[in-house]
């Protein structure tokens, strides 16, 4: 009884301790995994993605021009290994969780986007691109044009352009 | 008197977790138990076989949700013992803040589940708010409430600065005023204890005999803990003292999941005390060779076993592991005898039975 007087007490003056959602806000903390964000102008194409997504929710399709992204919201399990393995920084877990809808909207939620393929500034062959936060980790303390530059070009081209000269110290 | 056998599930018996026990009763006093398994059966243990190395941690993460941290944990153990990857020290530490933090939303869960099983709902709520704290902690620092999401192989995937330290240490605080008054409550509380001191005996011949595992054992009396008898990441560093109490009735069941967690609490402070800089993980995704491993744990209802074989690909060849839960069933055919059928449910509960551990 003596322990439940001051509960009760406190439960008067404090109300319920239950979040009054939908009525009111529900609190989101800020490293909530949920709903994952894509950001295609970030992918590398590496795929790694589909292959270490637990639930399968993760696919590419090919396309005339590129490769079409899929992630199916519904079969998502928000354990982040997707953002965890992206070394490009496409993929994000964000904190919204938002994600009811109506049944009619199913097949619809869905991040879709076509990663183009490119064309080498050098070489002219299509290669898969070359995002930007992918290549300042590769080549670190490159100014920021010179890394633009680069990354315009394949592979072998590239390695072909930083390669040191016969003679000069790698 | 006649004899007749009632069924018992095999839904709601306890918690909300499907297990069929056929009961056999004089009167209205049990003599005989039958206990029949495999309503959540999904085949887990084939399904890692046909998944990667990394895909099986959120697999194995999604066995069971009270005891979700433990399983992921044994996994990464067993894949880096086949590696030979050591892991920064700082991971050792993040690993055991993570798993006590689930072992204390999980023996909070228990503890308040008997309390709703004697029909004691008030104090049910109280511990379910407390228990809240963590749960909280747990979506703030994790980012999830269940999935913890805390093991990668060679590392984890989370870190606590110093404002996660600071924001860990005061939910910490707010939680030993109202487990000491707990404490108090389930020591003292007359109804409490009529409906559970003596109940679902278990001597400790008997925890023995049937290999009994974790907390029900450890209140027959019976002093094993994975963490004391065989140290993994830095428990051997950590001072907290093994509990256990000689009855072996559902009330001592109770009160070590207690004390455990004011164990478990008292264990994240020190590693938040002690926690060296470094790392978060090893810097390369690593390739695992062939090879087999064993890998142990004292998950929240005992010890987790976990054996692997690699074959060199990145897909177990072979992943079998035995849960806590298993061993206890066992216990509840000694429990149970001579128990009057009101009692069923809370004996039962009084395990902390883990069914989706069991099945997987």
Redesign the interface.
């Known amino acids: 009884m003596s ?2 007087l001051p ?1 009760l007490l406190r439960n008067l003056l404090k109300g319920p ?1 239950t979040e009054a959602f939908p009525f009111g806000e529900a ?1 989101t ?5 949920a709903r994952i964000s894509f950001d295609p102008d970030s992918c590398a194409l590496c795929r790694v993605c589909a ?5 399968g929710a993760i696919q590419f399709e090919k396309k005339p021009d590129g490769l079409e992204f899929n992630l199916w919201h519904n079969a998502c ?5 997707c953002a ?2 992206c070394e490009s920084e496409g993929l994000h ?1 964000t ?1 919204d969780w938002h994600l009811s809808h109506l049944q009619s909207e199913k097949y619809d939620l869905v991040e879709r986007a076509t990663v183009k393929f490119q064309k080498c500034t050098k070489c002219g062959k299509q290669k898969m691109p070359a995002p930007l936060p992918l290549m300042a980790k590769l080549y670190p303390g490159l100014p920021a044009d010179e890394i633009e530059r680069l990354r315009a070009m394949c592979p072998q081209c590239r390695k072909a352009e930083t390669a040191p000269a016969e003679g000069e110290p790698s | 008197m006649s004899t007749y056998k009632i069924p018992v599930g095999p839904l709601h018996v306890a918690l909300e977790e499907p297990m069929y026990f056929k009961v056999e009763v004089e009167g209205e006093t049990v003599t005989g138990l039958d206990i029949q398994a495999g309503h959540v059966h999904r085949g887990i243990e084939y399904l890692v076989a046909k998944r990667n190395i990394h895909q099986n941690i959120v697999l194995t993460e999604r066995i069971c949700s009270l005891c979700s941290n433990s399983h992921p944990f044994s996994y990464c153990m067993a894949l880096e013992r086949i590696g030979g990857i050591i892991v920064p020290e700082r991971v050792e530490y993040l690993r055991v803040v993570a798993d006590e933090i689930k072992r204390i939303a999980s023996h909070l869960f228990n503890v308040a589940i008997t309390a709703h099983l004697v029909g004691f709902d008030t104090l049910f709520m109280q511990v379910m708010e407390t228990r809240e704290i963590m749960q909280d902690t747990k979506e703030t620092i994790f980012g999830n409430r269940m999935d913890l999401g805390a093991n990668r192989i060679g590392g984890v995937r989370y870190d606590l600065d110093g404002e996660g330290k600071a924001y860990l240490a005061a939910q910490l605080a707010r939680m030993k005023a109202p487990l000491d008054e707990f404490r108090d409550l389930y020591e003292t509380n007359g109804s409490f204890l009529r409906r559970t001191k003596g109940v679902g005996v278990l001597p400790r011949a008997d925890a023995i005999r049937l290999g009994l595992v974790g907390p029900v054992a450890r209140a027959s009396g019976v002093d094993y803990d994975v963490r004391r008898k065989a140290p993994y990441v830095v428990y051997d560093r950590l001072d907290f003292d093994v509990q256990t109490l000689a009855d072996g009735d559902v009330w001592s069941r109770t009160m070590i999941r207690l004390r455990e967690v004011k164990e478990s609490v008292r264990i994240i402070e020190q590693c938040l005390r002690d926690i060296p800089e470094g790392p978060i993980s090893i810097d390369a995704i690593p390739e695992i060779p062939a090879g087999e491993a064993i890998a142990k744990s004292e998950a929240p209802r005992g010890e987790l076993i976990y054996y692997l074989r690699t074959d060199g690909s990145d897909k177990p060849a072979r992943l079998k592991w035995r849960v806590p839960s298993y061993n206890n069933w066992k216990g509840l055919q000694v429990m149970m005898a001579g128990c009057k059928v009101a009692d069923i449910a809370l004996i039962v509960g009084s395990i902390d039975p883990c069914i989706s551990c069991t099945e997987r």
């Open positions: 322990f439940f509960v301790s609190i903390p800020k490293k909530l995994r292959r270490i997504c637990p639930a399990v928000f354990c982040g290994l965890l393995y877990s904190n």
